[in-house]
């Protein structure tokens, strides 16, 4: 893989003050090689788990305007959800980031520079109990293929030209041209049963069949409870090592906190850093760096926000050490690169924003502008940063007309629509399908549903450069494939269609006392891959 040689851990041990954050330790990760799995974290001294056990979580985020198939979910709950109960033909661990054969029996066999072939594990089963076959699999990527189901996950293998059958439990895998990761990025399509997938699409995504070690008997949409079993069928390299588990959805943060210190939860994500302090032995709390970052995304068709200075304006208003030190208690870095700094294709980039009054007033003046509309979703782990922002744009001299709302009405209200907005400031994680550069680029760079329906970037000179760019990235290797990636990064950060203010650390917390090898991830969500619980 390319990413994944090291990770950073951040041991979070106390509160310093209301404003100044949190004391950290920090413990790196050994190199193994290709991949690097942290151990800091890992419920150590607990007992063997219990296999009739219940795993228990609250969640922050709510379910999606869209449900839980996997061909176009992509609300953090359902995709995290889907990490347990799906699988591709490869699977991506969500802590350490390695590549696995999941329902392939082994990574994808090179054929020649265009073809690779995947034989699907003994004994595979959905959790309808019908058995996994080649028409399955060739169903799946033709269905996230196919421009007219506007996948979501199309955007990451433009490199397939198809996917064909060999034999009944054997698929081929035909390339456009040479690809250097077919391997992990395949893992973005989820194999579903073609017969039940086709037959009520609606129903499917409310409760769709996959084949992985836990399967899903409560989608939480009215009990606010998502809720899981193990699957007695499972084959295949990660099963479940609990009987059932209840994920809570909680979005408030206190109410969420409580949850854990009074045992009701295991585990609990998106801490927040007011609550920190709450948390005692054996509850322990880990950040851990990652990709997932804080946004702002502007209207390029706009009047406001479509000349490029009145966006570069903006990013030069921000106060970006009181976002991070105040806003986000230290848990948070700003950006200098599309890409965090431990990412390992990292390179900073040709413009990095900091705070510069004079030169946000002088861009303004220039152009004129006086006002704009600013639309936020109501995250809980950014709360204290939307004030900061609106407060940074209102210093500059500019008129803010503010709007916080659910992150789904937020789409809601700009998808297709060029008039409803200028700027958008929300959360976003890719890292969740994958890391390389390429992926994590494509998500918001190559898609229509970002860079036409919202952004209204596409056609620009800077949009075609892009894709130009990404393509020949992913015809490449080596120093030519990351001289491609570096120079999309300036790209971007000249352009800034959208842009991370900064990169987050994802703080979970959990009971060390009954969860067995729980690991916290740099990715949104929680995992129980490879996680017991003694209760």
């Given at each position: 893989?390319?990413n994944m040689?090291?990770?950073?851990f951040?041991?979070?041990?106390g509160?310093i003050?209301?404003a100044?954050?949190?004391a950290?330790?920090?413990?790196a990760?050994g190199?193994?090689g290709?991949?690097?799995?942290?151990?800091?974290?890992?419920?150590?001294?607990a007992?063997?788990?219990n296999?009739?056990?219940?795993?228990?979580a609250?969640?922050?985020?709510?379910?999606g305007?869209?449900?839980?198939?996997?061909m176009t979910?992509?609300?953090?709950l359902?995709?995290a959800?889907?990490?347990h109960?799906m699988?591709?033909l490869?699977?991506i661990d969500p802590a350490?980031?390695?590549?696995?054969?999941?329902l392939?029996?082994?990574?994808?066999?090179?054929?020649d520079?265009?073809?690779y072939?995947?034989?699907?594990?003994d004994g595979?089963?959905?959790?309808?109990?019908s058995?996994?076959?080649a028409d399955?699999?060739?169903?799946?990527f033709?269905?996230v293929?196919?421009e007219?189901?506007?996948?979501?996950y199309?955007t990451?293998?433009?490199f397939l030209?198809k996917?064909?059958k060999?034999?009944?439990?054997t698929?081929t895998?035909?390339?456009k041209?040479?690809?250097?990761?077919v391997a992990?990025?395949v893992?973005v399509?989820?194999?579903?049963?073609k017969a039940?997938?086709?037959?009520?699409?609606k129903?499917f995504?409310?409760?769709?069949v996959?084949t992985g070690?836990?399967?899903?008997?409560?989608?939480?949409a009215?009990s606010q409870?998502v809720?899981?079993?193990?699957n007695?069928?499972?084959t295949?390299?990660?099963?479940?090592l609990a009987k059932?588990?209840?994920?809570q959805i909680?979005?408030d943060t206190t109410?969420?906190?409580?949850?854990?210190?009074s045992?009701s939860v295991?585990?609990?994500?998106?801490v927040?850093?007011a609550d920190?302090?709450?948390f005692?032995?054996p509850?322990?709390?880990?950040?851990?760096?990652?990709?997932?970052l804080l946004?702002?995304?502007f209207n390029?068709?706009?009047?406001a926000?479509?000349d490029?200075?009145?966006r570069q304006?903006i990013?030069?208003?921000l106060?970006?050490?009181?976002?991070?030190?105040?806003?986000m208690?230290?848990?948070?870095?700003p950006a200098?690169c599309f890409?965090?700094t431990?990412?390992?294709?990292?390179?900073?980039a040709?413009?990095v924003?900091?705070k510069?009054?004079d030169?946000a007033k002088?861009l303004?003046?220039?152009?004129g502008?006086k006002?704009?509309?600013?639309l936020?979703?109501?995250?809980?782990w950014?709360s204290?940063?939307r004030?900061?922002i609106?407060?940074?744009?209102?210093?500059i001299?500019?008129?803010?007309?503010?709007?916080e709302?659910?992150?789904?009405?937020?789409?809601?209200t700009?998808?297709?629509?060029a008039g409803?907005f200028?700027?958008v400031?929300a959360p976003g994680?890719p890292?969740?399908?994958?890391?390389?550069?390429d992926l994590?680029?494509?998500?918001?760079?190559?898609a229509d549903?970002?860079?036409d329906?919202r952004?209204?970037?596409?056609g620009q000179?800077?949009?075609t450069?892009?894709?130009e760019l990404l393509?020949?990235a992913?015809?490449?290797?080596?120093?030519?494939?990351?001289?491609?990636?570096?120079e999309i990064?300036?790209v971007v950060?000249?352009n800034v269609?959208?842009y991370p203010?900064l990169?987050?650390?994802t703080p979970?917390a959990?009971d060390s006392?009954?969860?067995?090898?729980?690991k916290p991830?740099?990715?949104?969500?929680?995992?129980?891959s490879?996680?017991g619980?003694?209760?």
């Amino acid at each position: 893989m390319l990413n994944m040689d090291r990770r950073n851990f951040v041991r979070l041990t106390g509160i310093i003050g209301a404003a100044a954050g949190i004391a950290v330790s920090v413990s790196a990760c050994g190199d193994s090689g290709t991949t690097g799995t942290s151990t800091t974290g890992t419920s150590t001294g607990a007992a063997a788990g219990n296999k009739d056990g219940k795993i228990t979580a609250g969640i922050s985020y709510e379910l999606g305007t869209n449900g839980y198939d996997p061909m176009t979910t992509s609300s953090a709950l359902t995709v995290a959800a889907n990490w347990h109960t799906m699988e591709g033909l490869t699977e991506i661990d969500p802590a350490s980031r390695e590549c696995y054969a999941a329902l392939g029996k082994d990574l994808p066999k090179q054929v020649d520079d265009t073809t690779y072939e995947v034989t699907l594990r003994d004994g595979a089963k959905f959790h309808d109990g019908s058995a996994v076959t080649a028409d399955d699999v060739v169903f799946s990527f033709e269905r996230v293929l196919d421009e007219a189901n506007q996948s979501l996950y199309a955007t990451f293998i433009t490199f397939l030209d198809k996917v064909e059958k060999k034999d009944d439990t054997t698929v081929t895998l035909k390339l456009k041209h040479p690809f250097s990761l077919v391997a992990e990025r395949v893992a973005v399509v989820k194999i579903v049963p073609k017969a039940a997938a086709s037959a009520d699409a609606k129903a499917f995504d409310l409760n769709p069949v996959g084949t992985g070690p836990y399967k899903m008997t409560d989608n939480g949409a009215s009990s606010q409870k998502v809720l899981f079993e193990r699957n007695d069928d499972y084959t295949g390299p990660r099963p479940a090592l609990a009987k059932s588990m209840e994920w809570q959805i909680i979005p408030d943060t206190t109410t969420r906190t409580n949850a854990l210190t009074s045992g009701s939860v295991q585990a609990i994500d998106a801490v927040g850093a007011a609550d920190l302090a709450n948390f005692k032995d054996p509850i322990k709390v880990a950040a851990v760096q990652g990709f997932g970052l804080l946004f702002a995304m502007f209207n390029c068709a706009s009047d406001a926000m479509k000349d490029v200075k009145n966006r570069q304006a903006i990013l030069y208003a921000l106060d970006y050490d009181a976002i991070c030190k105040q806003g986000m208690a230290n848990l948070a870095t700003p950006a200098t690169c599309f890409l965090h700094t431990e990412h390992p294709m990292y390179e900073q980039a040709k413009v990095v924003y900091s705070k510069d009054v004079d030169k946000a007033k002088a861009l303004i003046a220039e152009t004129g502008l006086k006002k704009t509309r600013l639309l936020c979703s109501d995250h809980g782990w950014f709360s204290a940063v939307r004030p900061i922002i609106k407060e940074n744009i209102e210093a500059i001299g500019l008129e803010v007309e503010f709007e916080e709302k659910k992150s789904s009405d937020v789409y809601g209200t700009i998808d297709g629509n060029a008039g409803s907005f200028d700027i958008v400031v929300a959360p976003g994680d890719p890292s969740v399908f994958g890391d390389d550069a390429d992926l994590l680029l494509r998500w918001w760079y190559a898609a229509d549903i970002w860079t036409d329906q919202r952004m209204h970037w596409k056609g620009q000179e800077s949009y075609t450069k892009v894709q130009e760019l990404l393509e020949k990235a992913s015809t490449t290797t080596g120093d030519e494939q990351k001289a491609a990636w570096h120079e999309i990064f300036d790209v971007v950060s000249e352009n800034v269609p959208l842009y991370p203010l900064l990169h987050r650390k994802t703080p979970t917390a959990y009971d060390s006392a009954t969860l067995t090898d729980f690991k916290p991830i740099a990715l949104t969500g929680l995992s129980f891959s490879g996680v017991g619980t003694t209760k």
